[in-house]
């Protein structure tokens, strides 16, 4: 009679759980089709904000905890951020999200951190969170093109303070200094043709 007792008590905490697991999940689903939503409009700001709205919810507080963060929410932060041209906190969000389990998403999460790093002209980093994302999904096309941009820049960007083309700026400016003359020079008033 114990046994059974403590099995029923066991399944109705288990009932329990799915059924507030569930409303967290139901509860987190609207709000990111609100964000979605939000993001379209251009309301950054209104979107941060319902984002911040889910992350205060008591229901989402302990959710996250039992399932140890929420990658989702995270990656949508770093997207607000990024719209709204806050590179700092949109790449830590975007570190966070790169932490799950679900492989699109981390490529996503991966490819969007490398965008920011990109555009800091940290070219060699940017090019290996690239090939990160193309480890994960051989097909990104987008991936690969930014990957060349990146290899095209970094190229040009060590190339650009070699010696060899410090040589041949020198070589150009000391022929800029010589004294070629007014032989060629324009000399009087400008004519208008009519």
């Not at 329990?16 to 950054?44: D, H, N, P, R, T």
């Not at 209104?46 to 302990?62: F, G, M, P």
């Not at 190339?159 to 000391?174: C, G, L, V």
């Amino acid at each position: 009679m114990l046994a059974k007792n403590f099995i029923k008590l066991f399944l109705f905490f288990v009932a329990c759980f799915l059924v507030f697991y569930g409303y967290g999940y139901s509860v987190k689903s609207q709000a990111i089709a609100q964000l979605e939503g939000q993001l379209k409009m251009g309301k950054y700001r209104d979107a941060l904000a319902s984002i911040q709205k889910l992350q205060n919810s008591a229901t989402y507080r302990v959710t996250e905890k039992l399932m140890s963060g929420d990658p989702v929410v995270a990656y949508n932060k770093g997207v607000i951020y990024t719209l709204m041209e806050d590179k700092k906190k949109a790449g830590a969000e975007y570190r966070k999200a790169m932490e799950t389990r679900d492989p699109m998403l981390k490529a996503q999460a991966i490819y969007n951190n490398a965008n920011i790093i990109a555009t800091d002209l940290d070219f060699s980093t940017a090019a290996l969170q690239y090939a990160e994302v193309l480890k994960i999904d051989a097909n990104d096309f987008q991936a690969k093109k930014n990957l060349e941009r990146m290899r095209l820049g970094e190229q040009q960007f060590n190339t650009m303070f070699s010696p060899e083309q410090q040589e041949r700026e020198d070589r150009i400016e000391a022929l800029k200094l010589l004294p070629w003359g007014t032989k060629y020079k324009y000399s009087g008033e400008q004519k208008i043709r009519w």
